[in-house]
Every structure is written in structure tokens, then in C-alpha cells.
């Protein structure tokens, strides 16, 4: 429970500072655009394996699943609505808070252990505009094209096997996976994202700055930013889900 206070706490006094920092001084377009290669382009094989081999398993369970009860046409619209909607935003999520949370926190707490924090202080640089606001920003900039490429991908893996194991016509899974899925079902689980990549920014960079003058820190602080931005893509999918079906339903 302290860890949770502490946590938000410790967040909501980082964010404060970044807002401050974002309207007031010079923004780091360049270091943005190093980050967003650094966590768009980089992540990018590892994201569409993941999303290849998701759509392929999920055409194969639910084609051989209903083909029991007659119900195999329905694969392209169950497969594809799963991959728009939840699979391809969530696994997306996931994999850059594994690869890139854990990456911002090593990164940033090593900094902090051999004094380059302090060097940038002492420079009259701020650490928060140099450092933290570029990751954030670039986050919520990569995550939601990561998941784009991510759902076109799952859907070409469904197709492969829709195709070859369950004797579907490709003309026949197109057309029904663009005629069942609307522009709403495609936008929800995009903006799911930017919420994600800010939650991965935002703790990769608190569990970072928080590593002490010692190396073992490092390796919590990363193990903890990893476990707490999947926690909270998890759990937040369940209310941006809800809250999106409000809105938008």
C-alpha cells in the first residue's frame, strides 16, 4: 500500500514538473526524434513477430474451435474485431513496456549512479526537459503506429492460416473483416495506446530516477518499471474499454 502512495505520489510531483517544464522552456525536438527511433524503429521486429504469431494462433483455436458447430465463416470477424480492439493494443503495450520501460529505467538509473544527472544539473541543463519529457513524448508518438503495423500484421497472420488450414477464400476474409469492423473499432484500440506509452514513459522514467547511489538499484528499478507499467496497461485497458464504449457506442 505504501509502495502505491508512493508511487502516485512520487508521479504526480514528476509530471507536475514536466508540465512546467513542456509550456515554459525549449523543447529537445531532436532528442524526441532519437527516442522515437530508439523505441519505434527498435522495437519494431519484436512487436510484429508477437502480432504475426497472435493473429496466426487465434485464427487456428477459433477456426478448428467452431468448425465443431458449423461456425468457421465467423472466424475473419471474431479473429479481426479481437486483434482492432483488445490483442493488438494490449500485446503491443506489453512488449514495448518489457523492452523499452525496462530500457528507460536501466538507462536512466545508471545516470543517476555515475553522477550524469548531477553533471547535467551542474551544466544549468534540466534533467527533466532533457531527459524525461523526450521519452514520454516520444512514447505517445511510437506506440500508437507500433499498434497500427501490429494490426495489420495480426490480421495477415489470421489470413495465412484462414487460408491454408482452414480452407477459407481470401476474397471471403477481407471482405468480411472490412465489412465488420468500423473506423470506431480501429480508433479505440489506437487511443488505448497513447495512454499506454505514457504510463511506460512516466514509470520507466519515476523507477529511474529513483535508483540510489548503488548498481544493484539499477536492476530493481528496472525489474519495477516493468511490472508496473504491465499492471497498469492491464488494469487500464479494463476502464479506457469501458469508457470508450460510453462514448463512442
Not at 107 to 129: C, F, H, K, N, Y
Request: proline content about 2%.
Amino acid at each position: 500500500m505504501l509502495g502505491i502512495v508512493e508511487y502516485f505520489g512520487g508521479t504526480a510531483t514528476m509530471l507536475t514538473g514536466c508540465a512546467k517544464e513542456f509550456f515554459s522552456g525549449k523543447f529537445y525536438f531532436k532528442l524526441t526524434l532519437q527516442q522515437i527511433y530508439q523505441i519505434g524503429v527498435r522495437s519494431l521486429s519484436l512487436v510484429l513477430a508477437a502480432a504475426l504469431s497472435t493473429g496466426m494462433v487465434m485464427s487456428l483455436q477459433f477456426g478448428l474451435g467452431l468448425e465443431k458447430f458449423g461456425g468457421k465463416l465467423y472466424v475473419p470477424k471474431i479473429v479481426s474485431l479481437s486483434i482492432l480492439r483488445e490483442l493488438g493494443p494490449v500485446f503491443t503495450g506489453l512488449m514495448v513496456a518489457g523492452r523499452v520501460g525496462a530500457g528507460i529505467a536501466s538507462e536512466i538509473g545508471s545516470m543517476v549512479v555515475t553522477q550524469q544527472i548531477d553533471a547535467i544539473r551542474a551544466l544549468g541543463t534540466s534533467p527533466v526537459r532533457m531527459i524525461i519529457i523526450p521519452r514520454i513524448v516520444a512514447l505517445v508518438i511510437a506506440l500508437p503506429i507500433l499498434t497500427i503495423l501490429a494490426d495489420v500484421v495480426g490480421i495477415f497472420g489470421a489470413l495465412i492460416v484462414g487460408v491454408y488450414e482452414l480452407k477459407l477464400d481470401p476474397h471471403f476474409f477481407l471482405q468480411k473483416v472490412f465489412a465488420t469492423n468500423t473506423i470506431a473499432d480501429f480508433g479505440v484500440g489506437v487511443l488505448k495506446t497513447v495512454f499506454f506509452g505514457f504510463a511506460i514513459g512516466v514509470t520507466g522514467c519515476f523507477y529511474g530516477f529513483r535508483v540510489g547511489r548503488g548498481t544493484q538499484g539499477v536492476g530493481i528499478a528496472t525489474t519495477q518499471a516493468v511490472v508496473v507499467s504491465s499492471i497498469l496497461i492491464v488494469v487500464s485497458d479494463f476502464f479506457l474499454t469501458k469508457l470508450f464504449w460510453i462514448l463512442f457506442e
